[in-house]
């Protein structure tokens, strides 16, 4: 079961994608499990991969950042 604290960082590492001037990072998920944030979705670049993973790094607390995220060419 996930603690208040836990939702509270899924939740801000998803409203800092939500607030990226990068249209394309809006779109990305971020799902929590054990210790991790994994961040999902698609983007047309590995620079837009890369922005969403450092976008969700200052809200961690921690917990490690695994970018699952696709680039579509």
Do not use: W
């Amino acid at each position: 079961m996930e603690t208040t604290d836990t939702k509270e960082i899924a939740v801000a590492a998803s409203q800092a994608l939500a607030s990226s001037s990068v249209p394309e990072l809006r779109t990305l998920r971020v799902d929590e499990q054990s210790d991790e944030l994994q961040l999902r979705g698609s983007v047309r670049s590995f620079y837009h991969k890369q922005l969403a993973q450092e976008a969700i790094f200052p809200v961690a607390c921690g917990k490690q950042v695994v970018n699952y995220v696709s680039v579509q060419n």
